[in-house]
């Protein structure tokens, strides 16, 4: 035998350092205790290696949890010296060998090959990868003979699987693949056989570019970072990535993993953290999870690794905050002890950015721009003017989420699946998903003529993608951002501009959106906002209706029920309250008339699956086309003490002065104060650009992408 | 002058040892120093002190803050020491004496007088007794010109209102009138006249029976304690109640308060206590928003006091953990220094408890019961068997409400009515709170015929009341509460008996609801339930409506939208996941057919006045009819962890075997065992009545109440 006997991600020295943390109150010692704590209570149950079992069912809970215990026990062992981590340990790893080779495949169920232990063999890479990792701190504790059983009957067969009964799938440049190469690369260094480092490394042929990490994270992601699957699949893909670098860092020191391709490690980690609201939520792209965030153990391992080898940044320690644990290593510690010397652990308040998307950077963007109101609340705005996101796609190109004061505004439905609820539908994908949750209408967008964007067709949403127009990210006082997506509906042209601005008339920042549509024909136009909360008030009658129907019949309008409408001139307000916040929408278009339409999802809905969710949509007919709207955040509700405040809001309307080819012009009208908000239309629109429009006798003339004058009354 | 000049609630040893307390990490150090940034925050702002204004307006509100940060300043002052508090005092104080006289009194527009500041007396009443709490603490500092000022223009007219203008009000029996004889009383003794603080105890008359705080306390509250209009009601006037109990203690010491009448001070605030969930939120029971808790300033009060004055309950320091504050006096200091010598505060575990009703205790009552999981969940079941609320009373005799894991599960509505908003009817009660949320269907009860009990006629309902049938609170492993309501429909008798029952069956306590009806005529029986979260699965089919019409015409069923109904025959699952945990319902009736109908809320809302929330309904018709059902807690959820176990529970099916006028019979089984569930239904059952009924041959019989029978597979 020739295993090596080393832990893995550990020297001597560090052991050493992270024993000291142990009763502290650090993060470090909080981690390493709550970690116990949930190892103690799992080795308290019998040690169970089941056979084969349903996706969320028994068994691959079981053979989930026991990865994770072997990885962890490993590691208490090393810190704490207590042996019955070790023993627990190797009892687990023992009876699995004992069984592995025994256990037949699993039947074939999807595209991700069977394994022996799970149905896909994505969630025994995940195995391979931490039973490795546990394993390697414990092997200098195990006889020769121990360690021999386990190489033999378990690491070695499930190598074998990998790299050739699978082996056409290893090279495979997906996200999946880096779990692949990670558990096979560290499984190598663990059995002391180096040639399953360097193919995990470089990929089978050893060239580094159609196979391996390497190859894997030079094409996976933008210049920008970005993984364009989005942040719930990038946080999935980071956890290996992670923890392979630091692998690789310390036993391939030659690549220099850290500074690989211009750091994109620390790019697209960056990239990942960036798009987190500032609860540590992420914003549900594409298909996601409505409640993953950073504490998630992916995004826990990327902030520690990120911290020590990129050095100090304080949203980091923020971020630690939030995730109140680090990564139980070296890297872990490094990030605890900035955490503990840090007197005042402020939220994360990442600079607002535009992550370009595409191989080239030139496939359109995502853009979020962060701002602090003067309460220090922070404000985020995400738009999405990049590519389609694969077969997790959603069909909203310019769709917009909005966040503030703790709660996401203007949301995201998410996912239509209950993950991992077994009775409900194995807790898979639901038909909702595709029929509801990734439709243009279940978005912050404009619908044209009750459609699906690029009709539902991820081939062709593939082909096309946004085009960004300007993004203005480092003011304090406005913030702003613009794009088109002109090949997403048949003959129409759309551009969207939101920002935020911060003004001396409103207590907090405002969010302005003017959504612009183009087209020779007519159409119906739906601008839909998704809310949640209590309507509070409206400046227009409406009638909801006694009996419902749903909207309409295709593109996800068959599951909105129809319960209320109402006919609009000019401004329209639409007032409620969420939480502890009160909002006001001011919305109007370009058109004489308008309808507001209330709805909630559930229509067609025969087995409960959608949450039941409200929208208001301003609808409206015509060629050309500008919505403009904006949104205040005001006063403070809280009912468990009876008290509201300024429950009302300052602004009072918002008219469409104009819009053509060379700008739009809407004004916005406060308590003491009018707004104008001039935007430009021009594609080539620079910084010296001069912009001129005659409405109604009054000129408008500004200079570059945006200009807002603020007029006293 | 003849004022006093010493703080109406503080020695100066109290003084000293609160001051102590300025920076420590006790539960006293933190409020002293979040009452202390609030006070700051406040008085960054300019002094104003306003005129008249709506209920929940802005001027509505400053007279609230003005109030109460005279009341915090006057303690911070003595406390700290910075005169900067004593300044803030008097000049606002000063301000109102410069202005009062010069207000003019409200329009008058409810039952309840108006004041100079607010629109009714009841304002008025706590702005006194805050504001001459606050005064004393800064009286010795004043001048005897400012002195005389505040009193001779402030004070002393106030009086003159509360006691002559308004006099005919002042002896009023209710629950407004403790303000208003704290308010005298307090202010009296504030200004030496000792006449105010003696016809505040005593009444006008000076007899303590026709009116005061003596007759007050006698007269308000059940032999129990129990306050009728329920616990939002009861913390609503707990808090005069303490705050001049205390007073008495300490300024008419002859009195004895705290002992008068065989303690009814302590008998009534461990009745409000009792009645609180384990995560603090009270019932809402009657009209009631469904947050308020004991973190509300009356609850803060009593709980200190009640520690101070009847001594050492760890279920205090419990929920004085739950509220992080205490009083910020002698009674919170006692509270505080406990808390902190406890090396593990638990949640407060309040014993079960059957709470009469009516002067004499015989006019039904409240039932609370609470047992703890294995894994120390608290479990709580209340029961309504008592009176009605009067003017704030809903129709829900024997309805139930039923808490677990820091959730309500069998959920209260509470009011309708979106308390403070102004643009929200003012902040009022809605029509919809007498049309839904106070009609029998929108409880956890039996709605007979698509009626409401007693018609919805308050002075029937006023006269009838639910009959105790027994009460087993004392147990571990199982409790149990039964009661009838026998007039509280035409022709139809009512019993339901619910109960908790620990068996090594199940994980955790299983809620089994027996609910009777018996009747000469054939009516239509609907058992609701109010859930909150997301359908998982059932076990007969249904069908979802493709379009939505109310469920009724009448008595709230207007405002159900039918979602969707199934046909049953017996045993019907119904299964969901609220928050983190699974629940499966099991309900069976004793007729061949029912059916079950899923409901939500928002059908004739015009307004969108109601909350959307769902029931599900099992309806059947007979005469005499038995509903018995059993609820599973069971399993864990999490979507941002992605994990989820056991969402199917253990328990199959329930089934009736038979009810009679003796007792009625019904089993639930389960993975490995069925229970046999056997309730007397005489009303005159003691704990040695033998019971036998033949059910298709076979004898079930015990003795006393209630027997649960267990057989393993």
């Keep these: 035998m020739n295993t090596t006997t080393q832990p893995v991600l550990f020297t001597q020295e560090e052991v050493a350092d992270l024993k000291k943390e142990i009763g502290t109150d650090s993060l470090m010692g909080q981690t390493i205790e709550k970690l116990k704590a949930e190892l103690n209570t799992y080795m308290a149950m019998p040690i169970d290696v089941p056979g084969h079992g349903e996706a969320g069912g028994y068994e691959h809970n079981k053979h989930k949890q026991n990865y994770q215990y072997i990885n962890l026990a490993g590691r208490l062992f090393l810190i704490t010296e207590d042996e019955k981590y070790a023993k627990f340990t190797a009892a687990l790893l023992s009876e699995y060998a004992d069984k592995y080779l025994k256990f037949g495949f699993h039947i074939q169920r999807n595209t991700n090959p069977p394994g022996r232990l799970f149905h896909q ?57 880096i779990w692949a190469v990670a558990a096979v690369g560290i499984c190598g260094i663990v059995i002391g056989e180096r040639k399953y480092l360097e193919m995990s490394v470089y990929g089978l042929n050893g060239d580094g570019e159609t196979g391996g990490f390497l190859a894997q994270i030079s094409q996976l992601f933008a210049p920008s970072g970005y993984y364009m699957e989005g942040p719930y699949y990038h946080r999935f893909a980071i956890r290996p990535l992670a923890v392979f670098a630091e692998v690789i860092h310390r036993h391939m020191p030659e690549v220099d993993i850290y500074n690989y391709k211009g750091q994109v490690i620390k790019q697209t980690t960056q990239a990942l953290l960036a798009t987190a609201y500032p609860n540590g939520e992420f914003p549900a792209l594409n298909d996601a999870s409505h409640t993953m965030g950073i504490t998630d153990m992916g995004a826990v391992v990327a902030v520690s690794m990120y911290f020590k080898r990129y050095g100090f940044d304080k949203n980091l320690v923020g971020m630690a905050d939030i995730q109140q644990q680090v990564w139980l290593n070296a890297c872990g510690l490094a990030l605890s002890r900035a955490h503990q010397a840090e007197d005042n652990v402020e939220p994360p308040f990442w600079p607002s950015v535009e992550l370009n998307e595409g191989e080239k950077g030139d496939r359109g963007a995502q853009g979020f721009l962060r701002m602090q109101g003067k309460d220090k609340d922070i404000y985020q705005l995400a738009m999405n003017y990049g590519q389609h996101g694969m077969d997790h796609g959603h069909f909203d190109t310019l769709g917009i989420s909005f966040f503030n004061r703790g709660q996401e505004v ?304």
């Design 121 to 177: 063999i994505l969630n025994e890479h995940m195995w391979l990868m931490y039973a490795s990792l546990g394993y390697s701190c414990i092997s200098a504790w195990l006889s020769e003979q121990e360690r021999a059983h386990i190489v033999d009957n378990l690491f070695k067969p499930m190598l074998e699987m990998f790299t050739v009964k699978y082996g056409h799938d290893f090279d495979r440049i997906h996200n999946h693949g």
């Design 410 to 713: 203007l949301r995201e439905y998410g996912f239509a699946r209950w993950v991992n609820i077994e009775p409900k539908f194995g807790g898979r994908y639901l038909d909702e998903n595709k029929s509801y949750a990734r439709q243009t209408i279940s978005h912050n967008a404009v619908t044209v003529d009750e459609q699906c964007q690029n009709n539902f067709d991820i081939e062709r949403a593939d082909i096309v993608h946004g085009t960004p127009h300007f993004f203005i990210g480092e003011g304090t006082e406005l913030q702003a951002m613009s794009a088109f997506a002109n090949q997403h509906y048949p003959d129409t042209g759309m551009q969207r501009t939101v920002m935020m601005l911060k003004t001396d008339l409103l207590e907090n920042p405002v969010l302005i959106d003017l959504y612009r549509l183009t087209s020779e024909g007519a159409h119906q136009y739906d601008y839909s906002h998704q809310y949640q909360g209590q309507i509070i008030r409206t400046n227009f009658d409406y009638k909801t209706n006694t009996e419902l129907h749903p909207l309409g019949g295709n593109f996800g309008y068959q599951y909105l029920w129809n319960l209320a409408r109402g006919e609009v001139k000019g401004s329209a307000l639409v007032s409620w309250v969420q939480g502890n916040s009160y909002y006001t929408w001011h919305g109007a278009c370009a058109a004489a008339d308008s309808e507001v339409i209330f709805t909630q999802t559930g229509a067609n809905d025969p087995q409960f699956n959608l949450r039941h969710e409200t929208s208001f949509i301003m609808r409206t007919t015509g060629k050309d086309m500008l919505f403009a709207s904006a949104l205040e955040t005001h006063g403070y509700f809280n009912e468990a003490v009876e008290a509201s405040v300024d429950a009302r809001g300052k602004l009072h309307c918002i008219e469409v002065l104009g819009h053509n080819e060379i700008g739009s012009v809407v004004r916005v009208t406060g308590d003491n104060a009018c707004l104008t908000v001039m935007v430009s239309n021009q594609p080539n629109v620079t910084e010296t650009t001069e912009h001129q429009i005659e409405i109604n006798d009054t000129t408008y003339s500004w200079k570059g992408c945006l200009a807002v004058k603020q007029e006293t009354k």
